[in-house]
């Protein structure tokens, strides 16, 4: 079972544009990460929120999370077709050892 | 480049066969966990394991096993192949502090095709 559900699915955005997909989950949590896929490769490390902040930037990335909700969002900003890939949200359960990964949300910059 | 390694990138098996796929992790890193993605899907974990014990599994058949080896090094075994087992193996490595998992860091998989 998957306990962070990515929404949406999919999205097509022009080169410049912002992205936002968003992420829910069922649990209480320890941390919150951020994942990117190329196609067919590793996941690369994004970010990490804790349950105890809200909101962190790294370089055009801003991630906020709403614990009350149990969501949390990923923002990119002026993206480039260089951010074509597919990003996962990845939660620690607030006892846990182990991150549970969402079904991602797969991203096309068009240039 | 995130220091994990895994071999072999690319393989070919049938049903009912047995596979061994490899793994080597990060430098310093205490903790290896293995997940299974199949296409178009999430990884799912498959289990983890800290200073050699296995500590924590994913809901996966006693079939799949694994190993971590004093230098950090890992395997991940799967017997009696599967055609549903085709995906792709990621291995990561990282760092367990107090108890809590912290940022993964992945090697580029090892895709299994079973037919």
């Known amino acids: 079972s998957q306990q962070g559900e990515e929404d949406p699915q999919a999205l097509s955005i022009q080169e410049g544009e912002n992205a936002t997909m968003n992420c829910s989950y069922k649990?209480?949590?320890?941390?919150l990460q951020w994942y990117r896929q190329n196609s067919g490769r590793g996941l690369v490390h994004l970010i990490l929120?804790?349950?105890?902040?809200r909101e962190k930037h790294s370089g055009r990335l801003r991630v906020t999370l709403d614990t009350s909700k149990k969501s949390s969002s990923l923002l990119i900003t002026a993206s480039r077709a260089a951010d074509t890939a597919s990003y996962f949200c990845?939660?620690?359960?607030?006892?846990?050892?182990?991150?549970?990964f969402g079904g991602g949300t797969r991203v096309l910059v068009k240039p | 480049e995130t220091g994990v390694t895994q071999s072999p990138t690319h393989l070919i098996k049938t049903r009912g066969q047995q596979v061994t796929l490899r793994c080597s992790s990060q430098?310093?890193?205490?903790?290896v966990s293995w997940y299974q993605q199949a296409l178009g899907q999430g990884p799912q974990f498959i289990f983890q394991?800290?200073?050699?014990?296995?500590?924590g599994r994913g809901n996966f058949p006693p079939r799949f096993s694994g190993l971590q080896f004093p230098n950090y090094s890992s395997e991940l075994n799967v017997n009696a192949l599967e055609l549903d087992d085709s995906a792709l193996y990621l291995c990561?490595?990282?760092?367990?502090?107090?108890?809590?998992?912290?940022?993964?860091?992945f090697g580029e998989g090892s895709r299994l095709t079973v037919l």
């Open positions: 990561a490595s990282s760092m367990i502090v107090n108890l809590v998992a912290g940022e993964l860091f």
């Open positions: 649990t209480s949590i320890n941390n």
């Open positions: 929120i804790r349950s105890n902040e």
């Open positions: 990845a939660t620690v359960a607030a006892a846990g050892n182990k991150l549970t």
């Open positions: 430098s310093g890193h205490n903790t």
């Open positions: 394991y800290y200073r050699e014990e296995e500590n």
